[in-house]
């Protein structure tokens, strides 16, 4: 049973050890890239509105193969979930707020997306070519 | 009404997946039960909070906040469940031997509720913020319609509850030495599931530049926003259009698991001895 008291403080230490060194390398693969992107060349911004639960405008078009950054401004006073299952974002804006979303380079293609609140109305969709 | 209750029992379900995970993973670790209620109700608290300052942290570092709180979020998780099975590695034979006490290893044993705790905790801030911020919306609309959204959420809360239980009751129904080898690899399947998100966080966030185009595309055989494919994304991180570092973190939790717990595990021979003493 004495061996029993070293054993778990031995464990948590070697899984600490371990995670720390898996969280640095993680941060050590984003560190080279986070220098890229933050001296980037400033970003294409496309502006969309949230007004009575819609998207204005509810079809945008977008270059290919350029990063895009994305200002949605809420104009209605509840909150809204902004998702794209083939875009892979998912951004909740609070009422009244705005908010950003970075889409990496795209090729060519329609690209749905939708606020999760309200399927029925806020419904949009990128047109990349 | 019908909206209502589909989204609410979504974002419960989500969290209780989890949830009934981790209670199945930890049966027969005294103060498990009071552990793991009071990360959901410390989860709901810190929901309102994160739902009430919403949009503070999502404009936070030129509007990334919400994605590297989120990442910041489930790296946690990820490192309170690897823990969790690490531990349950060393003791489950001597718990599966003797459920009655924990002889000199309460103290551990504390330890890792604390880590079940706060890993519950996490999940539920996590979705609880989601339905804390889309009810507020339903109550601030004040109309007719807020009772029959109300009365929907309702229900959407329940079943997702009641699915949860159903998740956990079936594990449970397991023999303990089963038990134990099941929730341990589930529950390593969902922290690497976790871990995959926290890096999609951080490349959507902009921060993650390598390895971020899609391998493959498996959403015609099964959509990662269907029930099935939600249920699977948390139970066993399904993606439907995972990147190259998503399944780099994948693995790598899941090697990091199962190698810490491999190399920590009670040796059959020292527990056999154990037991013939006690």
Redesign the interface.
Known sequence: ?????V???A??R??YA??AL??VT?IA??CP??A??VGAAEENVVEISIKDHKFEPAEIKIPADQ?I?IAVKNLD???E?VES?DL??E?????N??????L?PQKPGTYLFYG?????TALGHFVVE | MFAALVIVFREVLEAGLIIGVVLAASRGVHGRNGAVFLGVVGGIAASIVVAAFAAQISNAFDGRGQELFSAAVLIVAVMMLAWHVVWMAEHAREMTRDLKKLGSDVAAGAQSLMALSLAVGLAVMREGSEVVLFMTGIVMQGNDTAMSLLTGSGLGLLLGAAASAVLYLSLAALPLKRLFSVTGILVTLVAAGLAASAVKDLSNAGLLNVFDGPLWDTSWLLSQSSWLGRVLHVLVGYMDRPTGMELLAYAGTVLTIFGLAYARREPPKAAAQASLRS
Not at chain 1, 1 to 5: F, G, I, L
Not at chain 1, 97 to 102: G, T
Not at chain 1, 116 to 120: G, S
């Open positions: 049973m004495r061996r029993n008291h054993e778990p403080r464990a948590r070697g899984a371990v995670h898996f969280a993680l693969t984003a890239t986070l890229t992107t990063a950054k006073p509840t909150a979930e299952g892979g974002f951004k909740i804006i609070a009422g707020s705005d908010a950003i979303i970075r990496k999760e609140y309200h399927t029925d």
